[in-house]
């Protein structure tokens, strides 16, 4: 008690200061008003002043005047000092020291005359009374307490109940009942009972209970009754006890307890003249039983949904239906009323929401408001609550509503006027409200309206002041979403009406916070309430009935369903028929189509469902296999597409679904974007296009949408709008694009690892596919600010944003276009010219001042030393561009006019259709018609502005600083090859490309080499591509193989569009074009050649590519091989031995790989059908050279040889010219001289180590062809420049030659004998045949095919026999027949002239010295083994020679037509020299070959020198032929017998030019 301490010094100097010091600081305690504190301080101020004497530290006098004058301080003042002594009297009763207890004992005593004897006598002991004389013994004064005690307490006073003496109730009664609309007041009526107490001895608790009673029955008398009450009651709890009583009366079974009571007890409540805890404890039921009833509904709730989900048996159905029977009988037994959930809406109805809500904390979460009337008690409270906001802000233009009245009672939750005012009380009512505000509707629209109104307050209001208060009230209203208005919603039944109007709630709120309100809806919700989870199980349960029973047929109906069942639980209602496509995708049409009565929030939640399923961790996205995706996310992908375009659904989340999956890696979800892109812009990203199709794409807009893609998706304008709103509002166009172009490398070397090899090109694909055709809407759908906006340069886009080019061009082409388009309109307004010349002038200056920046960019893109090879302009020309800028599909345009042209007139006559609908489709067509007619003008001028713009460019495109090998190299790594696989119209493109490249006449642009390197080398590309990059691949190979067939068709086009064209020239200098140097032109017969050299690689690379066993190079090349099947083979035996590879692949992969065998027999299927139009080789071009004529060249030029680099040749290609020349001159052994094209072809393949340069050893002389063609040259070639001098002093040295070779070959007639000089004969005849054919654009014989034909009689056996072996099994090369054709060229080389092996080899000695630095020289090393094989072989071909006796008689027969052969030869030879001689034209005879050798001419020394018959000459070329054949062919000689009686001659002539590797 001793809160106050007294110092020390005050006691010691009492007298002094001490005294004073303690009265003021009594009198400062008395002064204060701290409700009751101060009187606790003055006691403990007292009690310490009183302890100092009972130490004895001070006087008593002292200390008993100063409580004297401390009296007068306050009235009870002795009170408080008699609780003082009270307290002293227990301590020192207990202290041992007698003296302390004598000094207390004196203190009182002297304080008697202050303190009253009653309170003393009251407070203190007995025995202290005693000693103090206040009382004369404690033991009678003990003995009087109790019987006053037993008398107060357990005797109890008899009153006059009702029974016994009624009338003074009666006039109680009366009085209680009397009008009181008068002066009567609660006072008047109080003294008069207190009369009718005190007259009739009533009982004063019976009279309580007649107030209560009467109030009861007049409840609208609340003021003078709760006065009256208050005035009469002297103890609340007596109150509690009679209410109490009340109520235990009404607890007996099948009892109601009375409304009136409620209500009088609620009043009581309000006004505090009771307490709710006093009066809890009456009322039933218990809590604890509460609770119990509340876990028992929750367990039936799930019971029955668990009922409602299972699959029932009819036998248990009727055991339920009893049982369920039982349980009605039991819930008719009325079970006794909730007094506490009675008592709780009597508060609410009065307005006494602090003791409702402190009922309602007491019982589980919303078990109060689950009972109706208790619900919409709270409901109508929070009405009045809101009812000043709900008129100021919340209600819509044109309502009236009805007024609410507020309530009277001022005790009352104060009504809103603003938002925050929501706080204090509404907030918390419609929390405990939850899901049951579903009973009343007009508040669920009071409190959305509400809500809205907020919003817009919200979002106009920026003032950082009032921003944090206002983000707390959007928390508040959230929370009452998420709680109370979507629970709400569920409890409704088919209210599309509240839907709607909470979507205009929701539609202010972002996507963000709307997506998490449908999840705590769907997931949490549902299991909270028992009403829910029974609604959940319904729905369900609904769900599925309606599922089973939807079909195309009854899509309206079903419909109709859908739309009623969604409008209170969509969630539950998609989860089911999202799970359900996921594993039947035929369902998705008829969904989709049934969706069309949903209401708005329908569309959103429907929205969130999609992306939560797409997002379900718990299902893996691949199948089991792994090699392939997940069936149920291409459905989804499905319905995705499908549903965004027919309905109008924010696409906001599902976009940054995507965003945020291609920023964690995953690539496996662009299949929505795929489909949603596809479908709501109609936008088609296929590999599988038609020709006609891949056409109409290359037009404009319109031209695609009516014919570039297999479904005429039309009114796609809205659903593209939305698409492009929802990407820009959210800026997700870029990122999107970005993303795609980095996830495709991530794909393979990020995702990629742990992953199948098939899936991973199938993501790549999905990934490339995406942004392809993401790229494309974007182009066509956004505007040209908007894009430029968005898209930065090309530098940034690949520097800072590490974009691969291909990609980066890809965005930023479009973006050129239309800025070009914008320039050149603001040039063409600015200076007016209607001239088509001014126009284009215009358009080139729009161009260089749109792309002048762009060259610039470009040039941080690659090293410096790419620059020396390409120059910027060309490479951005080729990037920049499309099929749009190179040509014009007339034949597409004429086709869709022609299908509106037969549309109208099947309108016109078709009766059934009514005139105004003829009438709107003819409109139709014809607006599209002309629409067509319109844009192809337009095309058609802005091809030709590009075409003028290119031709200007070309010749700055290409330096001459290399190569152009290594241009070309540069051109296909950085140009060609990254475009043709990027879509289906770049393959074209780039084919198209290189053909207007070619057409132009750009210099340093080599065609051929082009050409041949694209042919000659796709093993690896091939190899390295996806299954849709090997579509495109496919399509770039048909488009090149088709220039080249048409070329190769027809010698007119050839000549008209090949000759005379720098990309024709065979010599490859870094140097300008001489256009007029006809000998550096490829003729039209050696290109045919070169054709066939290229089909033959590539039917090497097909035939590798199908034997490898991979999985990915066969299918790749077989997809390659059906897109250029209309191009490829044409030649009747590559297509054979193709036919044999994929025929043992079918075989092969039957049972293994299905889809390799699906590909395999699809493309054997059409191979076959295409078998008709295929040609002998013979046909195909000029076959009378032997095979070998072609084996070195392949063997340097396969696919492995393709990267060698080019060598500056131009004085090599002089020099050894020249040297030949001068070698010719001194030989005087030859019978023929050198041809040309051979020493050019050796320089080639040893500089340029690709199959290109095949094709120049038969380029070089083709051009020389008669005396009047030289002359034509020298006048169109200038005199006075070296090259030409240098020509004319070449042609008199070739003149003079010819002559010393026509002596010798005469002086050689006169001494050969008369078989000789026959042969000679015959070789005339054939040599002017040869000039017939050469004058008719044909080429002529080389000398070496013609020994081949002599050599080809006697090697029917073995060497056909082989050649047919080969065809059979083209791929691998047995070593004895590669041997056998190695000894063959050996010997005929062995045999050639001195001039030539001289020549050949000053003409290849530098190239090979040079090249050997880059690469194995091939035929070096062929000719290497051949040396050593020729060695191993002379014995037995003796041997061998000799052992032919079985077959003596057939060898005769081919000896003697051999003798005749030889004979013709000659002679026709003979002739062609005097030829010569005569016309001084001997540069014909040396005709363009792809042979290196001239065999004719060593055999001819060879038999001047040895005098022998050309019987013997031909002995023993058979037998020489015949051995090796006969080695060659050891495996199959059977089928080599066979195929020699079928051969016709032509046959026996056909041989298999290139080898297979």
Not at 545 to 555: C, D, H
Request: net charge positive.
């Amino acid at each position: 008690m001793a809160t106050i301490i007294i110092p020390a010094d005050w006691i010691k100097n009492w007298e002094k200061s001490g005294k004073h010091e303690f009265v003021q600081l009594c009198k400062n305690l008395t002064d204060k008003t701290n409700h009751g504190s101060e009187i606790k301080e003055i006691q403990s101020a007292l009690y310490e002043l009183c302890w100092q004497v009972v130490q004895g530290n001070l006087k008593l006098d002292l200390v008993a005047s100063v409580l004297g004058d401390m009296m007068e301080l306050r009235d009870d003042m002795p009170s408080i000092l008699a609780d003082v002594f009270s307290i002293l009297d227990i301590e020192t009763g207990a202290l041992e020291e007698k003296n302390k207890r004598d000094h207390y004992t004196q203190l009182v005593g002297a304080c008697l005359c202050y303190i009253p004897e009653a309170i003393l006598k009251e407070r203190l002991d007995p025995e202290t009374l005693e000693s103090l004389g206040l009382i004369k013994q404690a033991h009678q004064f003990n003995q009087k307490i109790v019987k006053i005690k037993t008398k107060l307490f357990y005797k109890q006073q008899k009153f006059n109940l009702l029974r016994e003496e009624n009338e003074g109730y009666a006039k109680l009664i009366t009085e209680l009942g009397q009008d009181l609309s008068g002066n009567i007041t609660s006072h008047l009526v109080l003294e008069s009972i207190k009369s009718l107490i005190g007259c009739f001895n009533l009982d004063p608790n019976r009279v309580l209970d007649i107030i209560l009673e009467v109030y009861e029955s007049r409840s609208d008398q609340n003021e003078f009754f709760l006065s009256l009450i208050k005035s009469y009651m002297c103890e609340p709890l007596t109150l509690c006890h009679i209410l109490g009583f009340k109520f235990k009366f009404y607890q007996e079974p099948n009892e109601e307890t009375p409304k009136s009571l409620y209500h009088i007890a609620a009043a009581l409540l309000h006004h505090n003249l009771i307490e709710l805890e006093d009066l809890y404890v009456h009322l039933m039921p218990l809590d604890a039983s509460i609770v119990e009833e509340h876990k028992r509904d929750i367990s039936e709730a799930k019971q029955i949904a668990r009922k409602l989900v299972m699959v029932v048996l009819p036998s248990e159905k009727s055991e339920d239906k009893e049982k369920e029977k039982e349980k009605e009988e039991e819930k008719n037994e009325k079970p006794p009323d909730n007094q506490k959930l009675g008592l709780l809406e009597a508060l609410l109805r009065i307005g006494d929401w602090h003791h409702a809500q402190s009922i309602m904390d007491q019982m589980p979460p919303f078990y109060a408001t689950s009972h109706k009337a208790i619900a919409l008690a709270l409901c109508q409270l929070v009405h009045l609550t809101v009812e000043p906001l709900y008129r100021r802000a919340g209600v819509p233009k044109g309502a009236r509503g009805c007024v609410m009245h507020p309530l009277r009672n001022k005790r009352a939750p104060q009504p809103a006027e603003s938002f925050e005012d929501l706080r204090k009380d509404t907030f918390s009512m419609l929390g405990y409200l939850g899901p049951h505000l579903s009973h009343d509707p007009i508040l669920f629209a009071k409190i959305v309206r509400l809500g809205k109104a907020f919003m817009k307050e919200y979002q106009s209001d920026n003032k950082p002041e009032v921003k944090d208060k206002l983000e707390i009230l959007l928390s508040c209203f959230l929370s009452i979403a998420d709680q109370v208005l979507l629970p709400s919603l569920s409890l409704m039944e088919c209210n599309a009406c509240m839907s709607e109007e909470l979507w205009g709630l929701f539609k202010l709120f972002p996507y963000q916070h709307r997506y998490r309100l449908y999840g705590q809806w769907k997931n949490e919700t549902y299991s909270s309430h028992p009403l829910l989870v029974k609604v959940k199980a319904q729905t369900v349960e609904r769900a599925k009935y309606i599922m089973k029973r939807l079909t195309k047929e009854n899509v309206k109906q079903s419909g109709r369903q859908i739309g009623k069942l969604s409008h209170s639980n969509p969630t539950i209602l998609f989860d089911y028929m999202l799970s359900q496509i996921q594993w039947y995708d035929n369902l998705i049409v008829p969904v989709v189509d049934s969706l069309k009565y949903l209401t708005s929030l329908n569309y959103d939640v429907l929205a969130y469902c999609i992306i939560e399923a797409l997002a379900n961790p718990e299902k893996e996205k691949m199948k089991h296999d792994d090699t392939t995706i997940s069936p149920w996310l291409q459905s989804l992908a499905s319905l995705c597409g499908a549903v965004f375009r027919k309905y109008p659904i924010e696409l906001a989340g599902l976009l940054q679904y995507v965003t945020n999956q291609l920023k964690a890696g995953k690539s496996f979800d662009l299949l929505i974007l795929k489909e949603v892109v596809q479908k709501m812009a109609g936008i088609e990203i296929t590999d599988e296009m038609t020709s006609e199709q891949l056409e109409a794409m290359t037009g404009g807009e319109q031209l695609k949408a009516e014919g570039g893609y297999f479904g005429q998706i039309r009114n796609t304008k809205k659903s593209s709008q939305r698409l492009k709103d929802a990407l820009l509002d959210h800026e997700l166009a870029l990122p999107l694009c970005l993303l795609m172009a980095q996830q495709r490398n991530g794909v393979v070397f990020l995702e990629g690892g742990e992953k199948h090899l098939k899936l991973v090109g199938h993501l790549y694909d999905q990934c490339h596919d995406t942004l392809v055709q993401f790229g494309g809407f974007l182009a066509s759908n956004l505007s040209t600010e908007d894009y430029i906006k968005r898209v930065p340069s090309i530098d940034i886009l690949c520097n800072q944003f590490h974009t691969p080019h291909d990609a980066a061009f890809f965005l930023s082409r479009p973006m050129y276009a239309h800025q070009i388009l914008s320039k050149y309109d603001e040039l063409k307004k600015a200076e007016k010219g209607n001239r088509q010349q001014q126009k284009a002038t215009k358009y080139v200056s729009a161009c260089e001042q749109v792309m002048t920046p762009v060259h610039e960019a470009v040039v941080s893109l690659h090293p410096t030393r790419v620059w020396d090879d390409l120059r910027p302009q060309f490479y951005a020309t080729f990037w920049s561009l499309t099929m749009y800028d190179l040509a014009v599909p007339q034949a597409a345009y004429e086709r869709e006019v022609n299908k509106l042209k037969a549309q109208i007139k099947a309108i016109e006559e078709n009766p059934e259709i009514p005139l105004n609908k003829k009438k709107k489709e003819k409109e139709r067509c014809t607006a599209l018609q002309e629409k067509l007619q319109e844009e192809e003008k337009k095309q058609l001028e802005h091809v030709q502005r590009v075409l003028h713009r290119l031709k200007l460019e070309k010749d700055n495109w290409l330096l001459a600083k290399s190569t152009k090998n290594e241009t070309i190299t540069k051109f296909l790594q950085l140009c060609l090859f990254p475009r043709c696989i990027f879509s289906s119209i770049d393959a074209v493109y780039c084919a198209r490309f290189v053909e207007l490249v070619h057409q132009q006449k750009t210099p340093n642009f080599c065609t051929l080499l082009c050409y041949d390197r694209v042919f000659s080398a796709i093993i690896y590309t091939v190899a390295s591509c996806t299954e849709n990059e090997s579509h495109r691949y496919g399509r770039f190979l048909c488009c090149m193989l088709e220039t080249v067939t048409r070329w190769h068709s027809d010698r007119t086009v050839y000549e008209k569009e090949c000759v005379n064209y720098p990309g024709f020239l065979t010599i490859f200098r870094a140097t300008g074009f001489d256009g007029g140097n006809k000998v550096d032109q490829l003729d039209y017969e050696n290109f045919r050649h070169v054709v066939h050299k290229w089909h033959y690689m590539l039917t090497k690379a097909s035939v590798h590519c199908l034997e490898t066993g991979d999985y990915t190079h066969i299918r790749n090349i077989l997809i390659v091989l059906t897109k250029i099947l209309p191009c490829y083979p044409k030649v009747l035996n590559l297509g054979q031995a193709l036919e044999c590879r994929v025929h043992k692949i079918c075989l092969e992969e039957k049972d293994k790989r299905p889809d390799l065998y699906a590909l395999a027999m699809g493309y054997s299927g059409r191979l076959k059908s295409q078998k008709v139009h295929m040609v002998p080789e013979n046909e195909f071009h000029h076959k009378d050279q032997p095979a070998r004529s072609a084996t070195p060249a392949s063997q340097q030029n396969g696919p492995g040889s393709t990267g060698k680099p080019a060598i500056n040749i131009s004085k090599t290609e002089e020099g050894a010219s020249e040297d030949g020349d001068r070698g010719k001159e001194k030989s005087q052994g030859t019978t023929k001289p050198v041809n040309k094209a051979n020493s050019a072809a050796a320089k080639v393949n040893a500089s340029n180590g690709n199959g290109a340069l095949n094709s120049t050893k038969v380029v070089k002389d083709d051009k020389e062809k008669s005396g009047k063609e030289k002359k034509e040259k020298k006048e169109k070639t200038p005199g006075s420049t070296p090259e030409t001098k240098a020509e004319n002093r070449r042609e008199k040295q070739r003149d003079e030659r010819a002559g010393k070779e026509e002596r010798v070959v005469r002086e050689g007639k006169e001494k050969t004998p008369k078989a000789e000089r026959e042969k000679l004969k015959a070789d005339e005849k054939i040599s002017k045949e040869d000039k017939s054919k050469a004058g008719n654009g044909e080429p002529m014989e080389p000398s070496r095919e013609r020994d081949a034909l002599k050599e080809s009689k006697s090697k029917e056996k073995g060497d056909r026999s082989a050649a047919a072996g080969s065809l059979k099994s083209p791929v691998p090369r047995s070593e004895s027949a590669e041997s056998e054709r190695d000894h063959k060229r050996r010997k005929l080389d062995s045999h050639s002239s001195p001039s030539h092996s001289s020549s050949v080899k000053d003409n290849s000695n530098e190239p090979k010295e040079s090249t050997s630095k880059h690469h194995i020289n091939f035929n070096s090393v062929a000719r290497s083994k051949s040396r050593e094989r020729e060695m191993e072989k002379k014995d037995p071909e003796n041997t061998q020679g000799r052992s032919k006796e079985k077959k003596e008689e057939k060898d005769r027969k081919e000896r003697k037509r051999d003798h005749i052969i030889n004979e013709h030869d000659l002679n026709q030879e003979s002739k062609r020299r005097k030829d010569e001689n005569g016309t001084n034209s001997s540069k014909n005879s040396k005709s363009a070959s792809p042979s290196c050798d001239s065999p004719l001419s060593a055999e001819k020394e060879k038999s001047k020198r040895s005098k022998s018959s050309s019987k013997e000459k031909a002995d023993s070329m058979k037998a020489e032929r015949t051995s090796g054949g006969k080695k060659e062919s050891r495996h199959d000689k059977d089928k080599s017998e066979k195929k020699e009686k079928r051969d016709s001659s032509g046959g026996k002539e056909e041989k298999k030019q290139y080898p297979l590797v």
